[in-house]
């Protein structure tokens, strides 16, 4: 089904073929025709699903048929977890509007107020955002709200996660009751669904639209997960052996800790491989270029904090290494979908360790299959990691990392809700 039978104009389908998009992706398929018609969303789909052409082509072809703009006035406010997504999504809009005559632009920490201010007094159409800052610049007064057509909450899983709830509850109070209501997440647990309650009454309309593109507890069919145990003292040794025998083309590599990212690049450079890291403590300048020399592919192998790393899009990404595995399964899911996104092949190597155990088994239970083991000669473990227990239930609770203010502490909880098929839901308001 080509886009233009999704009811796009045709500047829009031109953007997009521009962009070598040929085919819509089943949450395009599904998602634009419901919100050109002006219903709320609520879905659940994983980043790399093509979502974010899913929300803005259809908001795109809505505007673009009435403009009209008043100085600090914004008509759609996309809200996501992180500055990089932020500026991810910004990038995008601008890529499929650019045949139109709309304004987006981001907003975000880490920057100067001023230019954003600037650019919001001439009103912008498509405002993308994070939470803090836009709740600053709306203290300031530098934008007003009042004639938002439409709300979209990108990664709402995230949000919650990252303590944003009552940073978004603030935000909605301040919007008008008459908008349409886009919610995306990669998995809908409680506290993405509390959020969803929690929003001001008569919100949401009564023939919200759920879908459910990719089973939360599933990954890409095209990402080949493998996973190595290691001693935890060899990992390093064990990147740098696969970087160079595998002679990876590229990589992007997760890790829990910011000391331990600066030191990775340290370990690597020992070993003539040249890598950078992001991490919440280096500058929103520096974190862009880091990133720009990653998508161009001037920079090939970039450390990342899992926080620091959301949100990044790199169409081309072949390889995702989990140098450490992290707690919870969503975030896993989360990492690797930065590979094989719509439709180009992948590969998620996990780094075991014995003390990842349960990590493993809480992972490898939410896939409901266990990852493939390699082993890779001269990397025999001294302590084994066993076989997971695919039905595991944790008890523990995860560490408490202290967290950069930018780097914002997950929550505790993540227990999930089933899954919802496409359904409407009739005379139950969901969202108020
Ligand atoms: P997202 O899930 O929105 O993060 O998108 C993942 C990647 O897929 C991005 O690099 C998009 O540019 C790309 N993409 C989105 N829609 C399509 C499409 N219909 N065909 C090919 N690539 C797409």
């Known amino acids: 089904m080509p886009f233009l039978n999704l009811g796009l104009c045709k500047p829009i389908v031109q953007a997009i073929e521009d962009l070598g998009y040929t085919t819509p992706t089943p949450i395009q398929k599904q998602a634009i025709a419901i919100i050109i018609s002006g219903k709320d969303l609520i879905a659940t789909a994983q980043t790399g699903t093509g979502k974010t052409a899913a929300f803005v082509l259809p908001i795109l072809e809505i505007f673009n048929k009435q403009r009209q703009l008043r100085g600090k006035r914004i008509r759609a406010l996309i809200l996501t977890p992180t500055r990089e997504l932020a500026v991810q ?43 803090g800052r836009l709740l600053d610049l709306a203290h300031q007064r530098a934008l007003y709200f009042d004639e938002l057509e439409v709300l979209v909450l990108d990664e709402a899983d995230r949000m919650v996660d990252m303590g944003f709830g009552a940073e978004i509850n603030k935000i909605i109070e301040r919007l008008p009751e008459a908008r349409q209501n886009l919610l995306f997440s990669a998995t809908m647990s409680d506290e993405v669904l509390a959020l969803v309650d929690g929003f001001s009454d008569g919100a949401m309309s009564s023939t919200a639209v759920e879908l459910s593109i990719s089973p939360k507890t599933t990954t890409a069919p095209n990402i080949e997960q493998w996973l190595i145990t290691v001693d935890k003292d060899r990992k390093s040794a064990l990147l740098s052996h696969l970087i160079t025998d595998q ?132 990397f025999p473990v001294r302590k084994v990691v066993p076989v997971s227990i695919l039905n595991y239930v944790r008890k523990n609770k995860p560490p408490q990392p202290k967290y950069h203010s930018q780097d914002r502490a997950p929550s505790n909880t993540s227990a999930t809700k089933a899954e919802h098929g496409p359904e409407t839901r009739k005379n139950k308001n969901i969202w108020g």
């Not at 600037?118 to 939470?131: H, K, N, Y």
């Not at 280096?282 to 620091?308: M, N, P």
């Not at 990492?335 to 092949?345: F, L, Y």
Request: a positive charge; one cysteine or more.
């Open 89 to 131: 999504v910004a990038a995008n809009v601008a890529d499929y509007s650019k045949h139109l005559t709309l304004s987006s632009m981001a907003v975000y920490g880490g920057i100067d107020t001023e230019p954003q201010k600037q650019r919001l007094s001439e009103g912008i159409d498509i405002l993308v955002a994070t939470p």
């Open 247 to 378: 002679k990876w083309d590229q990589a992007l590599i997760f890790i829990e800790k910011k000391h331990g990212a600066a030191k990775l690049v340290d370990q690597l450079s020992k070993r003539d491989i040249v890598a950078d890291a992001i991490h919440g403590d280096k500058s929103q300048a520096s974190r862009e270029k880091i990133l720009a020399d990653f998508k161009s592919g001037k920079l090939k192998y970039l450390v990342a904090t899992g926080v620091a790393a959301r949100g990044i899009d790199i169409g081309e990404l072949s390889r995702v290494v989990n140098y450490d595995m992290p707690f919870k399964p969503e975030e896993y899911i989360h990492r690797i979908g930065r590979t094989g996104r719509a439709g180009a092949a992948g590969e998620a190597i996990s780094f075991v360790a014995w003390g990842d155990f349960k990590n493993l088994c809480a992972i490898e239970s939410r896939l409901n299959h266990v990852i493939n083991r390699k082993e890779v000669d001269g």
